[in-house]
């Protein structure tokens, strides 16, 4: 069955927006009886059967419904630099939330090659990697926010950066723990500056590697990614 995502969802009748409207009815052909899923980004996942195929508002009858589909006794956030391709970053966003990630911040670092972003897009990058595959949550991406700024926020996990300057750094699979919330910092291409890891230090953020090789921005977020959802299982 065919998924979709659609964040407001009362009662047993149920209005698709226009953009799913559409891609329901005049993209994927689906008629009058025919059975797709719904998720609402909040945990909600719904079984639903379209009633009147309307490529506008396209009205579907709920049929089941489950709560907290995929809840997970942790949270996982990663602040990471935005790649000068910009489709690298998407790819990392599509990617980490196949994985399951809960919170995306994009962080603006003193060798940071892309300064700007734009969120909108982004957003329904995820959503469309959270329907692919059939993600009931939907993990929250920030807005791009200053590297020092970010990290005298006071953050109830475990924090972490990612440095490659010192290779004598612990890995991050020897320190993250499971059912502990955690928080990671990945930096640009260029890494982290001495200046921007001493401020994390003193921040209370603990010295990691992502395993020996030297590894791309999105790359080193989809291990850490990865790395933590392994230990959680």
């Not at 009858?61 to 990471?80: D, M, P, Q, T, Y």
Request: glycine share 6%; net charge positive.
């Amino acid at each position: 069955m065919h998924t979709f995502y659609t964040p407001d969802i009362h009662g047993k009748i149920h209005r698709l927006e226009k953009q799913e409207s559409q891609h329901c009815i005049n993209v994927l052909r689906l008629k009058e009886g025919d059975r797709i899923i719904l998720v609402d980004g909040k945990g909600g996942y719904y079984k639903a059967k379209i009633k009147i195929p309307d490529p506008h508002k396209c009205t579907i009858e709920i049929i089941s419904s489950k709560h907290e589909v995929g809840k997970k006794n942790f949270r996982l956030h990663i602040a990471i630099a935005p790649t000068k391709n910009i489709s690298r970053f998407e790819w990392f966003l599509e990617k980490v939330t196949e994985i399951g990630i809960d919170e995306i911040t994009p962080l603006l670092c003193n060798r940071s090659e892309r300064k700007t972003i734009r969120n909108e897009r982004l957003d329904k990058v995820i959503v469309s990697a959270m329907k692919q595959s059939v993600k009931a949550y939907k993990p929250k991406l920030n807005r791009i926010i200053n590297f020092s700024e970010f990290i005298s926020i006071k953050h109830s996990s475990t924090k972490f950066i990612a440095w490659c300057d010192k290779k004598s750094n612990p890995e991050l699979k020897e320190l993250a723990t499971k059912g502990d919330n955690t928080l990671i910092l990945i930096g640009p291409e260029g890494d982290f500056s001495p200046e921007e890891t001493g401020q994390a230090i003193k921040n209370g953020f603990h010295l990691i590697q992502l395993g020996t090789s030297k590894l791309r921005t999105e790359t080193a977020g989809i291990v850490a990614c990865h790395t933590v959802n392994l230990i959680n299982q």
